[in-house]
């Protein structure tokens, strides 16, 4: 059950989300915000090749689901049922979830724990495989995790026997075919809050880029999976492509402008296909945090078909 004594966590993405609320408001958009985008499932698709080393007539096809944050009423376990339905009907290779499973804000009528959300997503099937990383609210909700100063968490663990195998700065082969693509996951950026304070500056990851990708026989076809797309200029155009999370889009998305973004790159980084050294997508998400608000962004499961070539196709 949820502690109704604790105060709601104010932060500067609430305050944000809270005028672009009210400013949807002045609009009547509200009802629609709150009620009826949030509720909905679309599928956005890429096609991507990429100049990064990938092997020659091999097409990979990735579902990847982002922020959940499983909570009620907003991201019911019955929603979440129905988000698995649509991901296995996608046709992919493999899926991925790329952080956020707990819920990311107060403003709810009762968590759900890892052990009731777990088991729904373990019923996500591809025929090479389900993988995971593990989101900053994933750990700063674990207090266990947070005294402890590392893993496991609760929610790692929880996916893991739901049989999603969790990518912490590790890496796992795929085979396409005869040609070896290798999977790599990020530990996260935020994950450690400090002692007394939420200043983003202070808090630590549990990321190690380069030793994870050390893990990659050299010169091998890579993908990665992060939850804050702002590692992304770190990321080596050997990497094939990067797939994240964390920003929702901004959630908040009026004329196809987000309002805030919580990234320390601003707008760069916060929604869709991005090419500069390599490739890079940051999906919508599926959940909300700050506050249950959706608008000019809905819930959005992203397929990615990678493939070797010079330009990405429209």
Not at 140 to 156: F, K, L, S, V
């Given at each position: 059950m949820p502690d109704r004594r604790r105060a709601v966590t104010v932060t500067r993405r609430t305050v944000l989300l809270g005028l672009g609320t009210a400013a949807l408001a002045g609009t009547g958009t509200t009802a629609y915000a709150v009620g009826v985008e949030p509720r909905r499932i679309v599928v956005t698709r890429y096609r991507i090749r990429t100049p990064a080393p990938w092997p020659a007539g091999r097409r990979l096809r990735i579902v990847a689901l982002s922020d959940l944050h499983a909570c009620e009423p907003w991201m019911p376990?019955?929603?979440?049922?129905e988000i698995v339905a649509v991901a296995n009907g996608l046709g992919g290779d493999v899926i991925v979830l790329t952080g956020d499973y707990v819920a990311g804000m107060k403003l709810v009528t009762a968590t759900i724990d890892a052990a009731r959300w777990a088991p729904v997503l373990g019923g996500l099937r591809a025929l090479l495989g389900v993988f995971a990383v593990l989101g900053n609210h994933d750990w700063w909700?674990?207090?266990?995790?947070?005294?402890?100063?590392?893993?496991?968490?609760?929610?790692?663990?929880?996916?893991e026997e739901a049989g999603i195998r969790v990518l912490e700065n590790?890496?796992?082969p795929l085979d396409l075919g005869g040609a070896t693509v290798w999977l790599a996951g990020l530990g996260d950026q935020l994950a450690l809050l400090p002692a007394r304070q939420r200043d983003?500056?202070?808090?630590r990851g549990v990321d190690d880029l380069a030793g994870t990708l050390a893990q990659i026989p050299s010169g091998a076809p890579a993908i990665l999976l992060v939850h804050e797309p702002d590692i992304f200029p770190k990321v080596p155009p050997r990497v094939a492509l990067t797939l994240a999370g964390h920003t929702h889009g901004g959630?908040?998305?009026?004329?196809?402008?987000?309002i805030v973004v919580p990234s320390r790159f601003g707008t760069r980084y916060a929604y869709g296909h991005v090419r500069e050294q390599t490739d890079l997508v940051v999906s919508g998400?599926?959940?909300?945090?700050?506050?249950?608000v959706r608008f000019g962004i809905p819930p959005e499961i992203v397929?990615?078909?990678?493939?070797?070539?010079n330009q990405p196709e429209p």
């Amino acid at each position: 059950m949820p502690d109704r004594r604790r105060a709601v966590t104010v932060t500067r993405r609430t305050v944000l989300l809270g005028l672009g609320t009210a400013a949807l408001a002045g609009t009547g958009t509200t009802a629609y915000a709150v009620g009826v985008e949030p509720r909905r499932i679309v599928v956005t698709r890429y096609r991507i090749r990429t100049p990064a080393p990938w092997p020659a007539g091999r097409r990979l096809r990735i579902v990847a689901l982002s922020d959940l944050h499983a909570c009620e009423p907003w991201m019911p376990l019955g929603q979440i049922a129905e988000i698995v339905a649509v991901a296995n009907g996608l046709g992919g290779d493999v899926i991925v979830l790329t952080g956020d499973y707990v819920a990311g804000m107060k403003l709810v009528t009762a968590t759900i724990d890892a052990a009731r959300w777990a088991p729904v997503l373990g019923g996500l099937r591809a025929l090479l495989g389900v993988f995971a990383v593990l989101g900053n609210h994933d750990w700063w909700e674990d207090r266990t995790a947070q005294r402890r100063g590392g893993g496991p968490t609760i929610a790692g663990r929880a996916l893991e026997e739901a049989g999603i195998r969790v990518l912490e700065n590790a890496v796992s082969p795929l085979d396409l075919g005869g040609a070896t693509v290798w999977l790599a996951g990020l530990g996260d950026q935020l994950a450690l809050l400090p002692a007394r304070q939420r200043d983003p500056s202070l808090r630590r990851g549990v990321d190690d880029l380069a030793g994870t990708l050390a893990q990659i026989p050299s010169g091998a076809p890579a993908i990665l999976l992060v939850h804050e797309p702002d590692i992304f200029p770190k990321v080596p155009p050997r990497v094939a492509l990067t797939l994240a999370g964390h920003t929702h889009g901004g959630q908040v998305r009026p004329f196809g402008r987000p309002i805030v973004v919580p990234s320390r790159f601003g707008t760069r980084y916060a929604y869709g296909h991005v090419r500069e050294q390599t490739d890079l997508v940051v999906s919508g998400g599926l959940g909300m945090s700050g506050l249950p608000v959706r608008f000019g962004i809905p819930p959005e499961i992203v397929v990615v078909e990678l493939e070797t070539g010079n330009q990405p196709e429209p």
